[in-house]
């Protein structure tokens, strides 16, 4: 077969082809730290003490609020992936309606489990937030945000979204004032793109929740 027909995958499909790679790995991730959590919960542990990324400041706002209705609604504070209930109790919470909220790590929110088991959640404490510059880098095979000299977390939810990869800008929103970990994606603004094609990234925002 000559070069010339073999196909040659255009830059698109090779960023989409990466995004994907990069899915799979978080799924890998994701699965591995599960079984490590479901075997601690086998083992007698405590939660909490598995997930070590929930800071110390995040659980104790959280034991402040309250679980009710017989524990079907359940007030918690967002770690950046998940909710916190008042008893450490981890509650995930789907990545899309997180990105789509722009969900920041401190957030306060309350959480209504239906009949059927449904987990349906509301923001009703909002953090005060800032909002700053970065730039998107790899770190270990993860999509991260370099802003001020400190790497922050963003749920990979947002990166596919937004077609996000290495070396662009973004703007991202953190809790004001605080130390976190996670930040959420406010805007991309791609390499060597214009501000007209900013824009229009701007105005699609309402389809995230297709991710």
Do not use: C, H
Not at 82 to 104: C, E, F, H, T
Request: glycine letters at 8%; charged letters at 35%.
């Amino acid at each position: 077969m000559n070069m010339s027909d073999k196909q040659v995958l255009s830059q698109d499909q090779k960023q989409q082809l990466s995004i994907i790679k990069k899915s799979l790995n978080l799924a890998e991730k994701s699965v591995e730290e599960a079984r490590k959590i479901v075997d601690s919960l086998l083992e007698g542990k405590d939660v909490a003490s598995v997930v070590k990324s929930t800071s110390k400041e995040i659980r104790q706002k959280a034991r402040k609020l309250s679980t009710t209705d017989g524990g079907k609604i359940v007030e918690g504070v967002f770690d950046g992936q998940n909710m916190i209930g008042p008893d450490s109790r981890l509650y995930p919470m789907p990545a899309n309606y997180a990105s789509k909220s722009k969900l920041v790590e401190g957030d306060v929110l309350k959480l209504t489990i239906q009949d059927d088991g449904t987990f349906l959640f509301k923001q009703i404490g909002p953090i005060e937030r800032s909002k700053v510059i970065g730039k998107v880098v790899e770190d270990n095979g993860d999509y991260v945000i370099k802003a001020d000299d400190k790497l922050y977390k963003v749920l990979l939810a947002s990166i596919t979204y937004y077609k996000a990869e290495a070396g662009d800008e973004v703007t991202i929103i953190i809790p004001e004032g605080k130390e976190s970990t996670w930040a959420a994606i406010e805007n991309v603004i791609k390499k060597g793109e214009s501000e007209g094609d900013e824009d229009e990234d701007e105005d699609s925002g309402d389809d995230l929740e297709d991710i």
